[in-house]
Structures are given as structure tokens and as C-alpha cells.
């Protein structure tokens, strides 16, 4: 049985993908320093899975700390989600931002090579396109000049892995490029628990429908498209952790060391936010009030994905509906507010 350890494992999307590993019989080891995130969804998956699974709250930046994990662990591969991930504070704290995700990225990368080397996935994202000339967004849509930090440190890492395996021959790699990843898992026992005030859409949606927030602004309702307003790729997030697993799969069964192959996650099918709003209301009955305002800066357009090569080489497609996952955002959304 093959042990793989999560970086980041504590967050949104790790521990969704921790179950969802456990379920593929993979033994998962935890990693997290709890910067932006509870206990919450590990104590979820634990009780989804019936396992106690190994936590260290440790932070990857930290060497020694890593070291120790992997003395403790037979770590066969890492998929690594510790990173800070808010456009604006990265914006804000650059210095912050280069320091913690490139560090944390090369200290794992140093630590699994001299551990024997591994299968690592690294978890990036459709920001690296900014808005594509020609849509769907291909794996081969050169990447744009980034407009934030938080962006940046997405490119530079896909980098550093794409050389890092060119020289190091006991490296394989794969590249997840996220769409927007939304919804909470079906027991309602794992979800988004975003820190202050939302950035991103179904969180802001959900929490103005418990009457946590106000009004939802839909940033821009002049962009050229059908109703106005942006138009993005929303896939659930039990999907997105299979994808993981898929790519795993795929690397021990290829086993090429040496590869590095780059996979676009999203469901191929473009949504404006005004259709996700109106289908959040209807498939849960609740209103949420709205208002048009500007567009966000640094917002693109628009941008889906081309699915094809992560649903050929992966085996791996979008399968949970819009509105599911929408109706499980909801349910986690009045669990954690007792509603
Ligand atoms: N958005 C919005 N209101 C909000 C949050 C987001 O209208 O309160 C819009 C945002 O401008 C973008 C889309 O929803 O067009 C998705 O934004 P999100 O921050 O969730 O993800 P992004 O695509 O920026 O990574």
C-alpha cells in the first residue's frame, strides 16, 4: 500500500482529497501548519473515512520538521497544496507570499529527493492562463504575464517542478491547473471555512444567504458575454480530489520517472456568475440578494477549460451536476452556522 503525504492537507481541497485517497486505499499522512485553516475538515474526513489519520502541524518551510515526517512514514509520493492563496493579500504581502509558497514547494522537493525521490502532484491553477486569446484553455494556452504575486509563485513552481524533475530522474511530477473549485463534501462533514470575509463567489453566496453578509456584489455586468458578467469553470471539489488520485494512478502505473505532464481540472462547461446565483437559488429555494457593481481588478473575462487530455491520460472527468454541488455548498454552509 502506498503512503502519500498531503502538504496542506488540513485545507479545503486536501482534505476532501485525503478521503478520497483513503477510498482509493492509499494510507494518507497529513501535513499542515494551520495558518488558514481548523482542524474541521480533518476531524471530517477522519469520520468519513473510519480512520485515524496522521496529522503533524508542522510547516513545510521547516526542513527539519519535514525530515521528521518522512522518518516516520515510508512517504511514496506528495501532493502539495501548502500555500498561501488570497490575490489581494498577496498583493499586499508579496515578500510574504514568494517566501512561504516557493520555500515550502523547494523544501518538500529537497526533502522527497533525499528520502529516494517520489511522485509528487502539485497543485496549481487556470489563473496561470490570465485571459486566454482562444477559449477553452488548453494545456498548451502559453501561460499569461501573472498580475499578483499569489499568481506568480503558481507559475514559478510549475518551473521549478518542470526542472526539478528534468534533473532529478527519481522525480516524476504532474501539474493540476485548477478552475474554480466550489461545494462541500455530500455528508456535509467537510467544506470551505473561508477567514473573514469571502474573496471568493460561493462562499460570499452562501454566507449571504445565511444573512452573514448583506448583499453579494457581482464584480463587472459589462464584460462581452451573454448576460454580462464573468464567465468561469466551477468544478466540485470531490471531482478536483479524484483528479488527484487519478494522477497518482497514473504516474505509479506509467512509472516514468523523469516526466512532468501538466492537466487542466475544470468540467469544460463555462457559467456567468449571474447563472451560478440564480441556480444556486433555485436548486436550494432561498434568495439571495444581489446588486451588479464594478468589475474586481486584476478579473479576467473569461476563462473554462479543455478537459480532454485529463479525461484521456487520466481517465478522469467532472462528473458531480452544478446544481449538486451547489445544494451541498449550501448544506455546509447551515451546518456550520447551525441553521
Ligand atoms: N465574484 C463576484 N462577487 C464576489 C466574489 C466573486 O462577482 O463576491 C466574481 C469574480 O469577480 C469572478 C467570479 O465571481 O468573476 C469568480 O471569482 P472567484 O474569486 O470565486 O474566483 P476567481 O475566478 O477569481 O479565481
Sequence with gaps: MKTILITGGAGYIGSHTAVELVAAGYQVVVVDNLSNADTTCLK????????????????????????TVFKKHPIDGVIHFAAFKAVGESVEKPLMYYKNNLTSFLTVLEVLLENGGGNIVFSSSA?????????????????????????????????????????????QGIILRYFNPIGAHP??????LPRGVPNNLVPFITQTAAGVRDVLQIFGSDYNTPDGT????????????????SALQ????????GSCEIYN?????PLSVLELVQK???????????????????DVEAVWANTSLANKHLQWKAEVPVEETLARAWAWEKKIRDL
Design 44 to 67: 471530517g474526513a477522519e469520520k468519513i473515512t473510519g480512520r485515524s489519520l496522521p496529522f503533524y502541524e508542522i510547516d513545510c518551510c521547516c526542513k527539519e520538521d519535514l525530515q
Design 127 to 171: 489563473t496561470v492562463y490570465g485571459q486566454p486569446d482562444i477559449l477553452p484553455a488548453t494545456e498548451d494556452t502559453p501561460r499569461g504575464v501573472a498580475t499578483n504575486p499569489y499568481g506568480n509563485t503558481k507559475q514559478i513552481c510549475e518551473d521549478i517542478l518542470t526542472d526539478a524533475v528534468k534533473a532529478h530522474p527519481t522525480l
Design 230 to 245: 464573468a464567465l468561469r469553470d466551477y468544478i466540485d471539489v470531490n471531482d478536483l480530489a479524484r483528479a488527484h488520485v
Design 250 to 257: 497514473k504516474m505509479y502505473t506509467k512509472n516514468d520517472p
Design 265 to 269: 481540472v475544470g468540467t469544460g462547461q
Design 187 to 192: 455528508s456535509a462533514l467537510m467544506g470551505e
Design 280 to 298: 444556486f437559488c433555485a436548486v436550494n429555494n432561498i434568495k439571495v440578494k444581489y446588486k451588479m457593481a464594478g468589475r474586481r481588478q486584476g
